[in-house]
């Protein structure tokens, strides 16, 4: 298995707190990615990087910024959490842009 | 815009049957790839098997294949003597040049003892 970890596993929020999930990869993979899973919608794309400082909008970006200042490290960030980002989040990572290979998923729940 | 859809949202199959999931794909590129991942109740996405658009040969890993069928932008997943632990959701999944991947909705596929 691809060593990939998120942080934190669960998380309860209160609506309007920042919030911050991490993706660790030790595969030191280039690419990684964040998606949501929703029911009904499948897995969607919110940001992905493909190095270090380098990164890119997805299909639902709105609401979510991203940083990477190390090959290994992702991190997702709601700047002001709301009830619509509820959601199971899943960081994934790619040593070529095209398979890719999941962490475990963060459930994060809005309040 | 890249489109996948997955028109079953459930299936179920008996124990040592062979079960098939579909998945269309809408694209203008000529250069893509497909997969399929699974989706267990543990929640870790899976990959099964991939395809590249340019090979016309059809990918098989073990009791998994695929139809895959580019002027008709089908992409099936057969699965041969079914088994308990592929009792899980199936997603069918796009990727092109623009390195975003586009997921279906999934199919819930529950395989009957």
């Known amino acids: 298995d691809a060593g990939i970890t998120q942080s934190p596993r669960h998380k309860v929020t209160e609506t309007g707190t920042p919030v911050t999930l991490r993706c660790h990869q030790t595969?030191?993979?280039?690419?990684m990615y964040w998606y949501r899973q929703d029911p009904g919608h499948g897995l969607r794309l919110i940001h992905y990087?493909?190095?270090?400082?380098?990164?890119d909008k997805g299909e639902v970006s709105d609401g979510y910024s991203v940083s990477r200042s190390k090959t290994e490290d992702f991190l997702l960030t709601l700047e002001s959490a709301t009830s619509s980002q509820t959601s199971v989040y899943f960081c994934?990572?790619?040593?070529?842009?095209?398979?890719?290979?999941f962490g475990p998923g963060t459930r994060l729940t809005v309040t | 815009a890249q489109t996948v859809t997955q028109s079953q949202p459930e299936m179920s199959v008996q124990e040592a049957e062979t079960v098939t999931l579909s998945c269309t794909y809408d694209?203008?590129?000529?250069?893509?790839?497909l997969f399929w991942y699974k989706q267990p109740p543990s929640r870790q996405m899976i990959l099964v098997i991939r395809?590249?658009?340019?090979?016309?040969q059809n990918a098989t890993e073990n009791r998994f294949s695929v139809n895959f069928q580019k002027a008709a932008k089908s992409f099936s997943l057969k699965i041969s003597d079914s088994q308990l632990g592929d009792t899980a959701m199936y997603f069918c999944?796009?990727?092109?040049?623009?390195?975003?991947?586009?997921f279906g909705t999934g199919t819930s596929l529950t395989v009957i003892p």
């Open positions: 999944a796009f990727i092109d040049t623009g390195n975003q991947f586009y």
């Open positions: 694209t203008s590129e000529s250069n893509y790839y």
């Open positions: 595969e030191n993979h280039r690419y």
């Open positions: 395809q590249e658009a340019y090979k016309q």
């Open positions: 990087s493909y190095g270090v400082k380098d990164t």
């Open positions: 994934a990572i790619s040593a070529t842009g095209v398979e890719q290979y």
